[in-house]
């Protein structure tokens, strides 16, 4: 097989990156796709950096396995934890990471009030540490870890508005809504709730998440190794894989990629 029949392989520690596969898909529908939900392990922003890094590692060999000829880690938690091992361990493999998206909420404005919401292992990580000091002299970040919202995101309960709803005042409660210029969505489960978050909110404040620069950064790379496929109006494959291996999962996946 040659390389640009070859599919892209999308992971994340649970549900959160059919999000971005849902991007993905959407600019470049004539591709095939593997993703693989690591449900059985999830949450990994509560996990160690030993564990997140040997989870990463066997779902990467598995891709390997089935011939992809990209990664994307469709999880800031992971990227945060092992995107150079990775990177380092298959150095000829395209491997695309996610960060939480500060760069095009502050776009080289001043006196910014960000929210940052994310897990708690990004939050903590020296990457993001290094990500803030970028843009945090001239503006004011706020950190958030929502872990709740993973939960309920795994669980198949994004349509009980009453948990929905209560666990994110819970975690907005804190901080001046009015003051407030922009929410990063800095973990890839957290771009279900954009319409929760919307209502919450009002509309002076913006809703910022990387999956659409992610899935364009994807394209290009497939652009310069000349293993994008041409566009067509044929559909793509998608296999999706979860850890839980139970049937309940796997439809869950595909109801939140009709999101």
Do not use: W
């Not at 380092?88 to 404005?109: F, H, N, S």
């Amino acid at each position: 097989m040659s390389s640009i029949d070859k599919a892209i392989g999308v992971f994340d520690s649970g549900l959160g990156g059919i999000s971005v596969l849902k991007e993905l898909r959407s600019l470049m529908p004539q591709e095939d796709y593997l993703y693989y939900g690591d449900s059985s392990f999830a949450p990994y922003g509560v996990k160690t950096k030993e564990e997140i890094t040997k989870r990463c590692r066997s779902i990467c060999a598995f891709f390997i396995s089935q011939g992809v000829k990209a990664v994307v880690i469709a999880c800031n938690t992971a990227t945060s934890a092992c995107v150079k091992e990775l990177r380092t361990l298959y150095p000829d493999l395209p491997i695309v990471g996610m960060e939480p998206a500060l760069k095009p909420a502050v776009d080289g404005r001043h006196q910014q009030h960000v929210l940052v919401l994310a897990t708690q292992f990004t939050l903590k990580e020296k990457k993001f540490e290094q990500l803030m000091s970028r843009f945090d002299e001239d503006n004011t970040i706020y950190r958030q870890p929502c872990p709740k919202l993973v939960e309920l995101v795994e669980a198949g309960r994004l349509d009980d508005a009453q948990a929905v709803d209560c666990a994110l005042r819970e975690y907005l409660e804190p901080y001046d809504m009015e003051r407030m210029d922009s929410i990063v969505l800095g973990c890839t489960h957290f771009v279900f709730y954009r319409s929760q978050l919307r209502h919450l909110i009002g509309d002076h404040i913006a809703l910022v998440d990387g999956n659409a620069g992610t899935a364009r950064h994807v394209q290009e790379l497939l652009l310069e190794r000349g293993e994008c496929r041409k566009p067509s109006s044929v559909k793509g494959e998608l296999r999706i894989y979860n850890s839980l291996k139970q049937e309940s999962i796997l439809k869950l996946s595909r109801a939140l990629l009709e999101r």
